[in-house]
C-alpha cells in the first residue's frame, strides 16, 4: 500500500485546512487508518484514527472538537478537517494505515505510512 498525503499549507490561526490521503491498493477499505503529526524537535504524536467501517474514531484530547476524521472507501481516501487552527498544531501530518482494520492510536501497530504534508500555522 502506497500513501499519498495532500492538502497541507500555511494558515493563519483560526482557519481550516483538509489533509487527504489518497491510498493505493484494492484492500484500503479493511484498512485502519490514522493520523499522526510531527513538530519541529518533538517526537512524532498521535492525532486521530478511523476504522475501516468508520464506525470508531480517535483523536487526542488536544483537537477534540476541532479535528474530524473521515473516509470514503470508494476513492481510497482519508480526509482530516481541521478547524480552529492553533500555532501549535504546527507539523508535518502524516498518514497511517494497520492492516488490523482497527482504530488505532499505537504507531508501531501500523504497517504502512505516508510521506507527510506540512501544515504551518501563523499567530
Known amino acids: 500500500v502506497q500513501l499519498q498525503a495532500s492538502g497541507g499549507g500555511l494558515v493563519q490561526a483560526g482557519g481550516s485546512l483538509r489533509l487527504s490521503c489518497a491510498a493505493s491498493g484494492r484492500t484500503f477499505s479493511t484498512y485502519g487508518m490514522g493520523w499522526f503529526r510531527q513538530a519541529p524537535g518533538k517526537e512524532r504524536e498521535f492525532v486521530s484514527t478511523?476504522?475501516?467501517?468508520?464506525?470508531?474514531?480517535y483523536y487526542t484530547d488536544s483537537v477534540k472538537g476541532r479535528f474530524t476524521i473521515s473516509r470514503d472507501n470508494a476513492k481510497n481516501t482519508v480526509y482530516l478537517q481541521m478547524n480552529s487552527l492553533k500555532p501549535e498544531d504546527t507539523a508535518v501530518y502524516y498518514c497511517?494505515?494497520?492492516?488490523?482494520?482497527?482504530?488505532?492510536?499505537?504507531?508501531?501497530?501500523?504497517?504502512?505510512w505516508g510521506q507527510g504534508t506540512l501544515v504551518t500555522v501563523s499567530s
Open positions: 497511517t494505515a494497520t492492516e488490523t482494520g482497527r482504530a488505532q492510536k499505537v504507531d508501531d501497530l501500523y504497517d504502512y
Open positions: 478511523i476504522s475501516w467501517s468508520s464506525m470508531i474514531t
